[in-house]
């Protein structure tokens, strides 16, 4: 059975600081993605990694894809109170694009 | 980009009795469409995997004849809960691959009351 890791679990910071939250799993995924979900709706996605030790930017967001292919983080810089929410990583492996997810990373940048 | 439409976005109903949700892809055909469930405060877990024209495919631990799935078409796909319980309450959400299986579309979700 594959499983993601994230953490931490919950995240409180005050606007303005960094932080990092890290995905871990002992298998290999073809893709990884990060998504950012609302209270009451569904997922939006926010990257996609697919290279070994790729790199992607996205504003204020870092992502890393792991050499092998197993683990990723997402960095924020200077998070801001609309940062808020439930972060996702989710693992694709094979063809069929099942989405294996993470435990979920709950982040509150307080103003 | 692609949309996923999930209907409804809120549902209750009585203990005992089944409840159907709707999964569209509005402007992509999707051979393949996936099920999960997402307690509070929690992530999401997939439930079963929904093939076009052919049965679905389910996780472990996944009661197919609770969690009834039927792919009719290239279009839709249905999540049926039968005499669903209180504990069948969750928010239920679906996904849809693009057709080069690069991005997965996810539905607003469906949060299930049974009362």
């Known amino acids: 059975t594959q499983l993601l890791e994230q953490s931490p679990q919950f995240l409180s910071i005050q606007e303005g600081e960094n932080l990092t939250v890290y995905c871990n799993s002992s298998?290999?995924?073809?893709?990884l993605q990060w998504y950012r979900q609302e209270p009451g709706e569904g997922p939006v996605l926010l990257v996609t990694?697919?290279?070994?030790?790729e790199v992607k930017k996205l504003k204020r967001l870092t992502f890393q894809f792991g050499d092998a292919r197993k683990d990723s983080s997402l960095h924020i810089t200077a998070a801001q109170p609309g940062d808020t929410g439930l972060y996702l990583c989710a693992g694709a492996s094979g063809s069929s694009y099942k989405l294996i997810f993470g435990s979920g990373t709950r982040l509150l940048v307080r103003p | 980009g692609a949309v996923v439409s999930q209907h409804p976005s809120r549902v209750i109903c009585k203990s005992g009795t089944s409840v159907k949700i709707e999964c569209r892809s509005l402007d992509f055909q999707a051979t393949t469409m996936f099920w999960y469930r997402q307690f509070p405060k929690q992530s999401l877990m997939l439930m079963a995997t929904?093939?076009?024209?052919?049965?679905?495919?389910?996780e472990q631990g996944v009661e197919k004849d609770k969690f009834l799935i039927n792919h009719a078409s290239l279009t839709l796909s249905t999540l049926t809960v039968t005499s669903a319980h209180p504990e069948d309450s969750s928010f239920y959400i679906c996904s849809a691959p693009d057709r080069s299986y690069t991005e997965a579309f996810f539905g607003q979700g469906t949060r299930l009351t049974v009362v």
């Open positions: 990694v697919v290279t070994g030790g």
């Open positions: 298998s290999v995924f073809s893709s």
């Open positions: 929904s093939n076009e024209g052919s049965k679905a495919t389910y």
